[in-house]
């Protein structure tokens, strides 16, 4: 089975959960910047929750498919469509051969997620499938999908295969089939818009001033134009340090949020550098991630701080609750009856 | 127990900057902190310093031969190492726990337990390890096309563009750390007669193996990237590899040597020539 990309869309890059292992090298992690949208859209059509998938950003490409598939779109809600029909997103949908899966404006969110049943057959670069834009690595080419590409698909598992033969039995002429079921609003992240995002203190939290440690709890911010994969580049009230301080280089990780000396916070996201020098004031709840990583530029966040010992548990919880989901999706995918 | 550093006052006023109250470990001058849910920084403090580096390889070396279950990976850097984890996956080194959140008094939080592990690694240190440094001389062709500020930082440091060259060349640079671009090596050893400041614009894009200045730091960029130092050579060399198991061509504790090279040795380059 391959995938026709007729139209590439604004960026349409292959991402996994991301390059591990290689940060001491210099090597940037990459990965879905919304890792729960992936791992849910896996799981849907019977991948391992940490396989690839296309992540779709704002404005989504025209894909053909050649041959009968499972697939599931998680996460922004681009207004996918088949053959002219809303395709329901967080659910399994059985698309037939030949048909045209299509993005159309951008309702909520800024990236969607869509996997195949066997995944997307790119090789490996250091353990890993996501793309690195400037460094070329991963996913196609190292590049984001242009038109024309075609893309091939992988071995399906048993239970994906079951389920979309069961499926197309049922499809009589429609061009796809989505399940009735899906994942439901308690178990997904708090997606929200203007969300409010929760931090643990950064080490140098304190060598800013009481203003701008009370002010970054009480006003919005922005998030610029200029924000991206590497990170997002906030305004709002500048926030200052008591004195300059200049942190000797460290590592940094994904939901670090860093003071330039301009007074602008950069959150540092999926494509993060290995190591940052700027005071460090916060570093996002892990759990919050997905939340922020579907607010695009131009919209605003709030933020608000918790205790470590709180973002660990909100993180098992949230661990919990998606080991439960994922196996409730495998008893779905394994009924006879199909979509 | 590890031993202290020299700079024993810089070290106290690091410890004191960056004292919460909190995560400092009882028994030695190392604190321990989080970086957010998932991640932990073991820090050494004070300067940077080839004694401090000593020990942060002591410590990743010592990562890399018993591998932790639940550790994801481990980032050196000049005075600290990073170790990221998966919080649902470690075990608590003495009592074999995983969390559990049972309300007992005796739960401890991921946080807490790869606080244990890693405390437990530092006090098993036990000093600097010799390490036996690779040198790895990297051929340069200074000047022209491929080092377009040469001139630049020749006027700036008062020296001739062939004494900025002999300079550089001659020094043996610590990479203390990989970082900013994939391969990219913090190089620490750099004279600095030949310092210069950056450019006051960056260039958008330089090419691969451009050996540049920065303020008192010299490096080599690995991949196309935007940046501002002062450009005087390049390399042949690739020093990012990612067809490689180490796709840097550089590791964190090599002693870098810069050997000059003609133009027509640079063309004549063949990626088996080292």
């Known amino acids: 089975m391959s995938l026709y990309i007729i139209k590439s869309g604004l960026l349409t890059t292959i991402q996994d959960q991301g390059r591990f292992g290689y940060q001491q090298q210099g090597v940037i992690v990459s990965g879905a910047m919304d890792s729960f949208a992936l791992r849910a859209a896996n799981v849907l059509v019977g991948n391992d929750q940490g396989d690839e998938a296309l992540e779709i950003t704002l404005r989504g490409p025209s894909i053909r498919f050649d041959a009968e598939a499972l697939i599931a779109i998680c996460g922004g809600n681009l207004s996918p469509s088949i053959g002219g029909q809303k395709v329901p997103l967080w659910r399994p949908v059985i698309i037939r051969a030949g048909e045209v899966l299509e993005f159309g404006p951008c309702i909520w969110g800024a990236r969607a997620y869509l996997a195949v049943a066997g995944g997307i057959d790119v090789p490996l670069v250091l353990q890993s499938r996501s793309t690195y834009l400037r460094a070329g690595l991963g996913g196609l080419e190292g590049r984001a999908l242009r038109t024309g590409d075609v893309l091939r698909c992988g071995a399906v598992s048993d239970c994906a295969a079951k389920y979309t033969r069961n499926g197309l039995a049922a499809l009589e002429s429609k061009p796809f089939a989505a399940a009735p079921w899906f994942i439901g609003f308690p178990s997904r992240p708090a997606y929200a818009q203007e969300p409010v995002i929760r931090f643990i203190q950064g080490r140098d939290f304190r060598h800013f001033t009481e203003e701008s440690k009370a002010a970054f709890v009480s006003r919005p911010f922005y998030v610029t134009p200029q924000s991206d994969r590497m990170g997002y580049r906030l305004e709002g009230q500048a926030i200052r340090l008591m004195q300059p301080f200049e942190p000797i280089s460290e590592a940094v990780s994904f939901g670090t949020v860093q003071v330039p000396p301009e007074g602008n916070p950069i959150i540092l996201m999926a494509d993060r550098q290995t190591i940052g020098g700027y005071p460090k004031i916060a570093q996002v709840a892990s759990v919050d991630l997905p939340v922020l990583a579907q607010v695009k530029p131009g919209e605003s966040i709030r933020l608000a701080e918790i205790s470590l010992e709180h973002a660990e548990e909100l993180y098992m919880d949230a661990e919990q609750s998606f080991a439960l989901t994922e196996k409730a999706i495998g008893l779905y995918l394994t009924k006879e009856r199909g979509v | ?274």
Request: aromatic residues 8%; negative net charge.
């Open chain 2, 1 to 274: 127990m590890i031993k202290k550093t020299d700079n024993k006052t810089a070290d106290s006023i690091a410890r004191g900057r960056h004292m919460s109250g909190l995560y400092e470990t009882d028994e030695s001058d190392v604190l321990v902190l989080p970086l957010g849910d998932r991640a932990i920084v073991v820090d050494w403090g004070g300067s940077i310093h080839p004694d401090t580096h000593g020990k942060i390889r002591a410590l990743c070396s010592q990562m890399e031969r018993n591998p932790v279950p639940g550790i994801v990976e481990v980032v050196p850097a000049y005075t600290t190492v990073t170790v990221f984890y998966e919080p649902l996956k470690l075990r608590d080194p003495v009592t074999g726990d995983q969390w559990s959140r049972s309300g007992g008094k005796d739960d401890r939080s991921p946080f807490e337990i790869i606080k244990r592990i890693v405390s437990r690694m530092v006090m098993g240190l036990e000093s600097v390890e010799a390490g036996s440094s690779r040198i790895v001389e990297i051929p340069v062709c200074y000047g022209g096309e491929f080092g377009p500020d040469l001139h630049d930082v020749a006027v700036h440091t008062g020296l001739s563009a062939e004494e900025v060259i002999k300079i550089h060349a001659s020094q043996d640079y610590l990479v203390y750390m990989i970082g900013f671009a994939p391969g990219f090596p913090y190089l620490g050893g750099m004279p600095e007669r030949i310092a210069v400041p950056r450019r006051s614009s960056p260039r958008p894009t330089i090419d691969p193996g451009s050996v540049g200045i920065g303020g008192k730091q010299t490096g080599v960029y690995p991949i196309a990237t935007p940046g501002g130092w002062q450009l005087i050579g390049r390399t042949p060399l690739k020093l990012f590899r990612p067809d490689h198991a180490a796709p840097s061509l550089l590791q964190m504790g090599d002693i870098v040597r810069f050997r000059p090279i003609a133009p027509e040795q640079y063309a004549a380059w063949k990626e088996d020539d080292i």
